[in-house]
């Protein structure tokens, strides 16, 4: 009888080891964890002539309240939000040393009734490859580039509105 009180209790701390083994399972931590959350902005206007940005002046700086969430359908994919409203998605997201970067694919947008093609403007390098958008862990900064056409008063002109948010 006290032999198989002590095959039981064998049977039993081997049955559980297994069990917990195979029910431990770690999940691959996702990257965009990180940038998830309410970030207050700065936008600062440049114009681009050919490689060279310059400032448009602080008239024409905005600021604003940004919210940033991981997408639900796409987990390559964050999504960034201001008054509700989703305002752009950045893609192709790689992890870096110091945080991560992303693209932001090109889209449409209508301001005022006008409507314009805006895209990610390469301002970010990481380790050759250029991206638009970076988050910053160790300050919790997200930095985004944008680069846009307009015509005004007849002349074309093109535009790259570099945002820097801080994580609140």
Known sequence: ???????????????????????S?????DIRDNVAGTFNYNMKLYTLDGTTLTYFGSTYDE?????????ESNSTTIDFY????????GTKIASASNGLVFDIP???????????TMSG???WDLAGTKYHGAYLTANKKVQIAFQFNATIDNVQYTFVAVYEGTKQ
């Not at 600021?63 to 991981?70: F, H, N, P, Q």
């Not at 201001?82 to 998605?89: I, K, R």
């Not at 090109?106 to 314009?116: A, I, K």
């Open 82 to 89: 201001e008054g509700g409203v989703l305002e752009f998605q």
């Open 25 to 29: 399972k770690d999940e691959a931590a």
């Open 1 to 23: 009888m006290r032999n198989l009180k002590v095959l039981f209790v064998l049977f039993l701390m081997v049955s559980s080891t297994i069990f917990m083994s195979s029910c």
């Open 63 to 71: 600021t604003g309240t940004m919210i940033v969430k991981k997408n």
């Open 106 to 116: 090109s889209q449409q947008r209508t301001d005022d009734g006008v409507t314009y």
């Open 121 to 123: 403007y390469s301002y």
